[in-house]
């Protein structure tokens, strides 16, 4: 299949095109490079040995996406492209929605005019809210976000499950991500956050290479085995295959799925400074400080219906998450360079 790939200079995005490719599927790149680095391109190129077709293009920039869309003809779109940064949403939630609901519902017109249908979209755990279930399944309810990043994850599910009610000729994927990490074997991509990072392995990564002091640990007074946060980190390469099984499963009257991509473990904070620190050797000093705002005490998946439905299962553990963490950071301390960005 021809798949377009929003957002595919990411971090998530850039590993399922390795992913797509190596399945043999036909792949083009959109992205704005607004939270990315051109240079992710032609690592894709020596990682798979192939061209990537690339267009440095807004997805709110429907002009551009039509002609895309004329040039590429894709059978299905995976659609990365958004903004991602929790604290940034909360200062920014118009930038955050328009970007985010206002760049789908472009994208979306540009597919349905060009009579492609099929959608894979990246949502999150994040739209549980306090989960009411532990391990979390689909059936779990959806709760309430407590940041407008979460919030346009939440409304987009809800677009798309409409517009396929409403045109039963879409094919609707929703993926509710849980925590990727890790990067791809080859250490030449993976997470490249800008500026402080928002999300624990970028952190630990930064502050084992030099680049930070001190991890900082939100609180260890929570209702867990250690008192720190526990979550469900997957690898981000078992995350981008859980799209190209997903892929496969899709075909005209498949109409609307929903998985949880996750490992179905949970991990304290503190389980996965030890684990980091016996993967790589290296020491992660920490402190700890306040709970962050928003924050839940556990959050992790029942991985069971990708399992049955998709055949899917994440196969790396936790050793094999720092590895590739800490070979990419390691390899790359400044990711690919801030002066790369945009
Ligand atoms: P990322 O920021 O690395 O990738 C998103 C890409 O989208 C970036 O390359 C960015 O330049 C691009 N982009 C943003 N707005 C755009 C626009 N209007 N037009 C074109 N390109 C645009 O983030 P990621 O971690 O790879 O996440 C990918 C998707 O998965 C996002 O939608 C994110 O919200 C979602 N997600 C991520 C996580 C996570 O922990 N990383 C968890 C759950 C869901
Ligand atoms: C966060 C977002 C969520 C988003 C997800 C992926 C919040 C409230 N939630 O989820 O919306 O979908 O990232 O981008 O921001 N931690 C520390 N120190 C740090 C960083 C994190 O102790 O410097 C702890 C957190 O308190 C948490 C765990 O590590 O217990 C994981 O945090 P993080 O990586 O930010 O992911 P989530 O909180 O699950």
């Not at 095109?17 to 043999?24: H, N, P, T």
């Not at 040995?49 to 779109?77: H, L, N, T, W």
């Not at 849980?178 to 500026?195: K, L």
């Not at 094999?320 to 390691?330: E, F, I, K, N």
């Amino acid at each position: 299949m021809k798949i377009l790939v929003t957002g595919g200079a990411g971090f998530i995005g850039s590993h399922t095109v390795v992913e797509l490719m190596a399945e043999g599927h036909e792949v083009a790149v959109v992205d704005s490079l607004v939270n990315s680095s051109a240079l992710v391109i032609p690592r894709l190129e020596a990682i798979t040995g192939k061209a990537v077709p690339f267009y440095k293009a807004d997805i709110r920039d429907k002009e551009s996406m039509e002609k895309i869309f004329e040039a590429e003809r894709p059978d299905a779109v995976i659609h990365f492209a958004g903004l991602k940064a929790v604290g940034e949403s909360v200062r920014l939630p118009l930038e955050y929605y328009e970007n985010n609901i206002g760049g789908t519902i472009k994208l979306l017109e540009v597919m349905r005019k060009a009579g492609c249908k099929n959608i894979i979209f990246s949502s999150s755990a994040t739209v549980y809210g306090d989960p009411a279930i532990i391990p979390i399944t689909e059936e779990c309810p959806k709760g309430t976000c407590t940041n407008p990043y979460g919030w346009t994850k939440s409304m987009l599910e809800q677009i798309l499950s409409d517009i396929q009610f409403a045109d039963p000729e879409w094919n609707v994927v929703l993926l509710r991500y849980f925590n990727p990490i890790g990067a791809h074997e080859s250490g030449t991509i993976g997470e490249n956050p800008s500026g402080i990072p928002n999300n624990l392995m970028p952190y630990i990564t930064q502050v084992a290479v030099g680049r930070r002091d001190v991890l900082h640990i939100f609180g260890n007074d929570y209702d867990t085995p250690d008192g720190t946060g526990v979550r469900d980190y997957i690898h981000v390469v078992d995350l981008a295959r859980g799209h190209v099984a997903a892929l496969k499963k899709m075909e005209p009257g498949s109409g609307l799925s929903i998985y949880n991509l996750g490992t179905g473990i949970g991990y304290s904070v503190l389980d996965i400074v030890h684990s980091f620190e016996e993967a790589t050797g290296v020491k992660v000093p920490y402190v700890i400080d306040e709970r962050r705002p928003g924050d839940v005490a556990v959050c992790y998946s029942s991985a069971d219906k990708a399992h049955r439905e998709l055949g899917w299962k994440a196969e790396y553990d936790i050793t094999r998450m720092c590895r590739d963490s800490w070979r990419w950071q390691s390899m790359n301390p400044n990711g690919y360079g801030d002066e790369d960005m945009g």
